[in-house]
């Protein structure tokens, strides 16, 4: 059973850098099944989808986001990671981790989530 | 503003069937899946639906999908308590090479 965690600073300042972890347990992100991506809520908002990387480094990003986005992936600690700079309150937000199948293109394991606040 | 668009509220008494629907372009529903996700309050999403009308492992079959040209609808039948939660559809879209989302519905048991 895949299992996804993500974890890193739960506050973070504006104009800093946010920078999560996601840890996959009982399976590999150097699997080429599969997509790792990371999608955040505000607040009483819906989802928007972050970007992507696959296994060989490769990544997609949401261009809204890309000017300010980096995710990377190290398979030695089958983790990836996401890094959001010059954030604002606007980046206020549940950050998730989830597992995307190439060419099935839906999210079928996710993780629990972790709190980002934008805040002096 | 969500590419994909859903009502934002549904409701129904318990025992009933609700439908929810899901508008989107011919970049993303018109030439691609659609997925439907359960959030329970405080809890990650959970995959529903997924290809328009297939049902993970353990997703009761009152929870169904389907899907014409740029729009789809998720139906619940005997509805239950339990089924309270926001509901939201995605597809791939080809412009974006990722994934988008509807608003999400907030669905209340009355």
């Given at each position: 059973q895949v299992q996804l965690q993500e974890s890193g600073p739960g506050l973070v300042k504006p104009s800093e850098t946010l920078s999560l972890t996601c840890t996959v347990s009982?399976?590999?992100?150097?699997?080429?099944?599969y997509y790792w991506s990371w999608i955040r809520q505000p607040p009483g908002k819906g989802l928007e989808w972050i970007g992507y990387i696959y296994y060989s480094g490769s990544t997609n990003y949401n261009p809204s986001l890309k000017s300010r986005v980096t995710i990377s992936v190290d398979t030695s600690k089958n983790q990836f990671s996401l890094k959001l700079s010059s954030v604002t309150a606007a980046d206020t937000a549940v950050y998730y981790c989830a597992r995307v199948g190439v060419g099935i293109y839906y999210m079928d394991v996710w993780g629990k989530g972790t709190t980002v606040t934008v805040s002096s | 503003q969500s590419v994909l668009t859903q009502p934002p509220s549904a409701s129904g008494t318990p025992g009933q069937r609700v439908t929810i629907s899901c508008s989107g372009s011919s970049s993303n529903i018109g030439s691609n899946t659609v997925n439907w996700y359960q959030q329970l309050p405080g809890t990650a999403p959970k995959l529903l639906i997924y290809s328009n009308n297939q049902r993970p492992?353990?997703?009761?079959?009152?929870f169904s999908g389907s899907k014409s040209g740029t729009s789809a609808s998720l139906a619940i039948s005997g509805l239950q308590s339990e089924d309270e939660a926001h509901y939201y559809c995605a597809a791939w879209d080809d412009s974006l090479n990722g994934p988008v989302f509807g608003g999400g519905t907030k669905l209340t048991v009355l």
């Open positions: 009982g399976g590999s992100v150097s699997s080429g099944s | 492992s353990g997703v009761p079959d009152r």
